[in-house]
C-alpha cells in the first residue's frame, strides 16, 4: 500500500491560529472570546515569547502563541495559547504551562491566561493544573483545556458550521483518523475541500483553507493529481473557479516553504538545547561567574558539530580558564 507522505501538523496549526485566532476562540473556548473586545485588536507577541521559551531550561517547546488583548472592561491581558501537537501525550505538559505563565509574569508583569489544546489520540489525558502546598503555603495553576478528540462526536456540528475554524479541527482529525490509509484520507480530503463551497465563506478564506487541507491532509502524488482533478470538475459544475491552476501552484509553492521554514526552526531548536545543556554543565562545573562568560560565546556557535565537540571537550576540562579559552576559539 502506498504511504501518504509524513504528516506535519505543527505548522499549519502555526498559521491557522495567526490567521484566525478570534474564530479558534469562538469555537473552542467561547467564554475568552466573549470576553475580548475584538474592536481594540490584539497583537501576537512572538519575541516576548521567544525570551522566556530561551530562558526556560525545561524540556522540549513546541509552537505556543503569546497574544496580546483587550477585555471588554478595557484590560490589557495577555493570552498563553499552547497547542499540544505530539503524538504522545506529555507528561511535562502541565510544568511547562506553569513556567511560562510565571516566567511571562515575572519579566513583563502582566496577567496571563494559559490556554491548552490537547491535540493527542489519548482519551484518558486531560491535565489541567500544576502545583503544590506544603505547610499552608500553596503554588501552581489551573489552565482550561479543550480535548480535539472529543470532536469526533460532534462531527456533524463541525460540518455545518460557519466557522473557518472548525475546517482546521475537522483536517486534524482527519489527518489523525488516516494516517497510512491513502484511500481513506483521499476521500476525507475531498469531502473536506467540498465542504468549503457551500458554507457560504468568500474565495480568500476558501483558498486560504484549501491550502491548510492540503497541508494536513497529504497524499501520494497520483492521489493528489486525482483530487485536483475532482476538485477541478466540482469547481466547473458548481459555477466557482476558485483554486485555479496558478492559486493550486502557489499553494503547493506555500507549504514547500513552510516545510522548509519548519526544518530550519526544528534546526535552531535542536542548537538551542545543546547550547543550553552545556550552559548548565559549565555553571555546575566552573560556576556562575563562568556560565556568565560562556553564554554569549555559546550564542554565536551555529554549528552542531562544534558544539558536539565543546561537550566532549567540556568532559575531560578541569580548569575553567582552559574552558573559556576553547569557547572563545570555537565562537571565532
Known amino acids: 500500500m502506498t504511504e501518504s507522505p ?18 479558534f476562540l469562538a469555537l473552542l473556548f467561547p467564554q475568552v472570546h466573549a470576553g475580548i473586545d475584538w474592536s481594540q485588536g490584539y497583537e501576537f507577541l512572538d519575541k516576548e515569547l521567544q525570551q522566556v521559551v530561551r530562558d526556560a531550561e525545561l524540556g522540549r517547546r513546541l509552537a505556543d502563541k503569546l497574544v496580546r488583548v483587550v477585555d471588554t472592561d478595557g484590560q490589557e491581558d495577555w493570552l498563553l495559547i499552547h ?17 511560562y505563565n510565571y516566567r511571562i509574569y515575572d519579566r513583563h ?28 503555603c500553596e503554588v501552581g495553576i ?15 456540528e463541525l460540518d455545518v458550521s460557519a466557522n473557518p475554524f472548525a475546517v482546521v479541527v475537522q483536517a486534524h482529525l482527519k489527518t489523525q483518523e488516516t494516517r497510512r490509509l491513502p484511500e481513506e484520507r483521499y476521500r476525507a480530503k475531498l469531502a473536506l475541500a467540498k465542504s468549503l463551497y457551500r458554507r457560504g465563506w468568500g474565495r ?27 476538485i477541478q470538475t466540482y ?21 514547500q516553504q513552510g516545510i522548509q521554514q519548519g526544518i530550519q526552526q526544528g534546526i535552531q531548536q535542536g542548537l538551542q538545547r545543546e547550547r543550553l545543556l552545556l550552559l548548565r554543565q559549565t555553571r555546575k562545573r566552573f560556576g556562575a561567574e563562568a556560565g556568565e562568560q560562556s553564554a554569549p560565546l555559546l550564542d554565536r556557535i551555529d554549528n552542531a558539530q562544534v558544539l558536539e565537540d565543546l561537550a566532549e571537550t567540556l568532559l575531560d576540562s578541569t580548569d575553567g580558564a582552559a574552558w573559556l579559552q576553547a569557547l572563545t576559539q570555537a565562537a571565532g
Open 6 to 23: 509524513s504528516d506535519d501538523y505543527d505548522s499549519p496549526w502555526k498559521e491557522a491560529l495567526e490567521r484566525y485566532l478570534p474564530d
Open 83 to 99: 497547542i499540544e501537537v505530539q503524538g504522545d501525550p506529555d507528561a511535562d505538559l502541565s510544568e511547562r504551562l506553569f513556567v
Open 109 to 136: 508583569r502582566r496577567p496571563v491566561v494559559s490556554l491548552a489544546v490537547l491535540a493527542d489520540e489519548r482519551a484518558d489525558w486531560r491535565p489541567d493544573h500544576f502545583g503544590w502546598q506544603r505547610w499552608g
Open 142 to 156: 489551573r489552565f482550561p483545556g479543550v480535548k480535539l478528540l472529543d470532536y469526533r462526536a460532534r462531527w456533524a
Open 204 to 230: 480568500d478564506d476558501v483558498l486560504e483553507l484549501f491550502r491548510f487541507i492540503d497541508w494536513m491532509l497529504r497524499l501520494p502524488e497520483d492521489l493528489e493529481e486525482q483530487l485536483w482533478s475532482e
Open 235 to 255: 469547481e466547473t459544475v458548481e459555477h466557482m473557479p476558485y483554486v485555479t491552476s496558478v492559486e493550486r501552484i502557489g499553494i503547493r509553492k506555500g507549504i
